[in-house]
T-cell receptor, first 115, second 114 residues
Framework: AQTVTQSQPEMSVQEAETVTLSCTYDTSESDYYLFWYKQPPSRQMILVIRQEAYKQQNATENRFSVNFQKAAKSFSLKISDSQLGDAAMYFC????????????FGTGTRLKVLA | GAGVSQTPSNKVTEKGKYVELRCDPISGHTALYWYRQSLGQGPEFLIYFQGTGAADDSGLPNDRFFAVRPEGSVSTLKIQRTERGDSAVYLCASAGAGTPNEQFFGPGTRLTVL
């Protein structure tokens, strides 16, 4: 069975600095999608960034980028120039490309941004 | 509407009662997901609809949980004989065409079983 592990329950970063959130996963599939979602206190989950496993190039979205290491089954999120609005829970998620449309989420990392 | 809506936003019920949670997806979205999020945890997949049919209901924990989407839009999650362990936030997400179909989440319903 596929699993997603986030080993950092909480992280802090100074405003304007860079922070990296870790995620590892386990799967026997060769093709899949990986995601980072943000959940602010309002509870509404928002997609931050997505990575297709067959793509070697790491995805980037403005200040957000990933370090995807397929062999190590690692998928970390880097947030550059951190802003107060980045404070939230961040969840890593996995979905296979075939067979099921089930998303598997990690337990989350709470990010605090210090002014 | 502009986004996914869920009603009620909060529901308090007594152990053993029946509850219904409603999800209104984004208009035109064919895919709809239900998740359960317990305190301090990530969302746990319950069921996925493609149109009116449940394409994957492997996450429903037991036969007290049931979900419907009769016309391919609004969905209702039904929980019979509620237990205190059912207390959680229930999230709904909808998705349109595209691979993978990006999910847009609603604000959730917080269910408290006393």
């Amino acid at each position: 069975a596929q699993t997603v592990t986030q080993s950092q329950p909480e992280m802090s970063v100074q405003e304007a600095e860079t922070v990296t959130l870790s995620c590892t996963y386990d799967t026997s599939e060769s093709d899949y999608y990986l995601f980072w979602y943000k959940q602010p206190p309002s509870r509404q989950m928002i997609l931050v960034i997505r990575q297709e496993a067959y793509k070697q190039q790491n995805a980037t979205e403005n200040r957000f980028s990933v370090n995807f290491q397929k062999a190590a089954k690692s998928f970390s999120l880097k947030i550059s120039d951190s802003q107060l609005g980045d404070a939230a829970m961040y969840f890593c998620a996995y979905r296979a490309t075939s067979g099921t449309y089930k998303y598997i989420f990690g337990t989350g990392t709470r990010l605090k941004v210090l002014a | 509407g502009a986004g996914v809506s869920q009603t009620p936003s909060n529901k308090v019920t007594e152990k053993g009662k029946y509850v219904e949670l409603r999800c209104d997806p984004i208009s035109g979205h064919t895919a709809l997901y239900w998740y359960r999020q317990s305190l301090g945890q990530g969302p746990e997949f319950l069921i996925y609809f493609q149109g009116t049919g449940a394409a994957d209901d492997s996450g429903l924990p037991n036969d007290r949980f049931f979900a419907v989407r009769p016309e391919g839009s609004v969905s209702t999650l039904k929980i019979q004989r509620t237990e205190r362990g059912d207390s959680a936030v229930y999230l709904c997400a909808s998705a349109g065409a595209g691979t993978p179909n990006e999910q847009f989440f609603g604000p959730g319903t917080r269910l408290t079983v006393l």
